[in-house]
DNA sequence: GAGTATATGTTCCGCGTTTAGACAAATTCC
DNA sequence: GGAATTTGTCTAAACGCGGAACATATACTC
């Protein structure tokens, strides 16, 4: 039961009926691909006629091409399949990170193609908007054979206003109110798209499930890596908020009495759970920025720790295990306020996934309201399926299929 | 940007538009009235005869009518003049708390009519649902010159699930997986609607706000009583969840190694805030469930507490500003999670507000990520107004309004 | 192999809704 | 009293869903 804003709504035209169908047969082919006309308009309830229009309009538009036919299940003529056509169409995706930026090639609907390649993040704007645009010059013209580029996502850490194509505050690049879409989009020629990195995972999840619980409902993302990033969605959408700032789950406080924070504050979940906290908690002491690290820690990773725990190493089982309950009880925070058909995971911590799940889960039913909560779904997403690149590329892919705007 | 449920949409049919652009109309009168068939048309870009029609539509099933002729601005026709029509017809409110339940006669509007009446609620459900049928008739008989009863809106503190009609879990009633609805809509032979006090007073809030940013953005209502009921609304719908869970703020913790919670986890934000947590503070022991209270300490409220705080009583003060200071905290994990553009508060700490205020948005703005969040809008909602009470009429009111499902 | 049954995809017409414009009614200004 | 202007209604055209007929294609039957 949504509200219309009676100062900003959207009035049905006379091809508004169309259009919605349009986007509903587009999904259906994404989603049931191969599918035949007949099936479609059984699938929405429409006659024959009606799904055969949209169709021929969808195939004018080269957005879904005719395959080869299908076999009849019993005698009849045999139905032509349709599929989306992400031939000839390719899209970049760029991740930003504080140390390095990473760069994929997929095609429309987000198959990865070549290999992923990456570079050190120059903080200066200017400098990194120029690589950026060689880089995917050089991408584009070694793949020319995958025919057009259809656009270009990034993502990046921090707050970022997709519709200014402005990264408005990202603290581990020292960046205030920068326009990161435009110089680049004028560079290449492409569109180019920006969002934060939490959000666009989420948006990748969403698109690319096939569970309906998720499809319509509630998710949430969430990264671990050296700070902790979440994205959110609500009711099938990305939850934004009023400042492009909703989502930030890393900053909730397990105690306010805790450890200090990078953002300044004490005790948010991210000061127990980050790569950093993790590894503070197996050598003893705090490694957080600016502090003196000793030997040998500098290149010790999150993953060099699961694998010591996994090897016997009873510090590092424990150390492992600490940021286990840390994460289960953070997780509650999540359930208790959004109530997601499914959460998602991603950062190094979950490498040792099959080691910690029983402590999250028990530490997620510790503060959970209900028994359902406590159950609820947890997918770990692995750093080789490259979530925070699909979600750049989500962000070009995606509004093609959206719902149109009504009411 | 929506995503399309492939498994669950609606296809848009012959009478689609007509229904969106109905409702469209539906809501502008609703929030300019009085306004005349032409302005609607200019407000909605559509010609005239089109607001016409929608316009007779609505007349013809009383939703609205036709009132004096207004002024001609300059020469010309003098425009007749639309309004909602809340003539005629009533709501009944009810809400039910562990201690009272009070029930209030309204308008279609929510215009309140008559008193508030209250009565001692009993646990058991099926004496509860008889004295409410009881009482709801009793009014409607002494109100039977204000016309019909368009349905009841009951508000209930608990896990509710309004499709069903059923309360899952109300543990201050000791309630489980309850039919309330259908019992009392038996009786009555009225339409029952049902929902969680939380979630009624987000939805009650957002239907009768005029500020754009609350109508199609994000809001919350955290109601503070004896325990912390909390309602969120996204993209101008209320956030529901998976199980009908989502919005419990009141869990999120200030301190996983705080003071023991109601809900059995340790160190919630309710745990701090409560106005028995409040209270405990003052009297400088635990007051909690089943604890003995010393004399005097029964009776004394929160609204007496902040009382001797306004007279100058140091203690009072004292135990009403670390309220305060709990609450800011608890505030800035909604504005870090959810970046609403406006957070409503209610409760009996309210009545302090003017003594708060600069103490709860220093703790806000001590853990808000941005300048942006530290500034998110606060509204006071006294009691008065009778949040709760307007949140359950709501619930009959708010669906003739509603945006059609489409796509 | 011809005929029949069945499924797919296209085409045509009816009807509801928006779009565009004309017209009557009402009001003010000159 | 007449011109100008605004409101509200009405009619025809354009567009898209709803329904049904028709051509096409395939399998089964005799």
């Not at 770990?380 to 750049?392: K, M, Q």
Request: include cysteine; hydrophobic fraction near 45%; proline fraction near 4%.
């Amino acid at each position: 039961m949504r509200k219309i804003n009676p100062h900003d709504f959207k009035v049905a035209r006379r091809g508004t009926s169309r259009e919605i169908n349009r986007q509903i047969v587009l999904n259906l082919i994404r989603a049931h691909q191969p599918i035949s006309r007949a099936d479609l308009s059984r699938l929405m309830n429409v006659r024959r006629g009606v799904a055969s229009l949209l169709v021929s309009e969808l195939l004018g538009e080269s957005l879904i091409f005719e395959g080869a036919l299908g076999e009849a299940v019993g005698r009849g003529r045999r139905p032509t399949f349709l599929y989306i056509d992400s031939r000839q169409r390719c899209v970049v995706g760029i991740d930003i990170r504080a140390s390095r930026t990473y760069i994929m090639l997929t095609d429309l609907m987000g198959k990865q193609l070549g290999v992923v390649s990456s570079f050190q993040t120059s903080k200066d704007i200017d400098v990194l908007t120029k690589e950026l645009a060689r880089r995917i010059k050089l991408v584009l013209t070694e793949f020319s054979e995958v025919g057009a580029c259809e656009g270009v996502g990034v993502v990046a850490p921090g707050m970022v206003d997709p519709a200014l194509g402005r990264v408005l505050h990202a603290p581990t690049l020292g960046w205030r109110d920068v326009n990161l879409r435009d110089p680049l989009a004028a560079a290449l020629g492409i569109p180019v798209h920006i969002e934060n990195s939490g959000k666009a995972c989420a948006l990748a999840q969403l698109w690319t499930t096939r569970s309906d619980v998720v499809a319509s409902g509630n998710s949430v993302f969430v990264s671990i890596s050296d700070g902790v990033g979440t994205g959110v969605v609500v009711n099938g959408e990305v939850m934004r908020g009023r400042h492009n700032t909703a989502g930030e789950f890393g900053h909730v406080p397990l105690s306010i009495d805790g450890p200090r924070c990078s953002c300044g504050a004490t005790g948010c979940w991210e000061a127990y759970v980050s790569n950093l906290a993790t590894l503070s908690r197996y050598f003893g002491h705090d490694l957080s920025e600016g502090r003196p690290r000793e030997a040998g820690e500098a290149s010790f990773t999150v993953e060099d720790l699961v694998a010591r725990a996994r090897a016997g190493d009873a510090k590092a089982l424990a150390a492992v295990n600490s940021t286990a309950r840390y994460l289960g009880l953070g997780l509650a925070s999540i359930v208790n306020s959004i109530d997601p058909a499914r959460i998602y995971i991603g950062g190094e911590i979950t490498t040792a996934w099959s080691l910690i799940e029983p402590i999250v889960r028990s530490a997620l039913r510790e503060r959970t309201l209900t028994d359902f909560g406590g159950a609820t779904e947890i997918h770990i997403v692995p750093a080789e399926e490259h979530p925070r690149l699909r979600g750049a590329v989500a962000l070009v892919a995606a509004p093609a299929f959206a719902a149109p705007m009504v009411a």
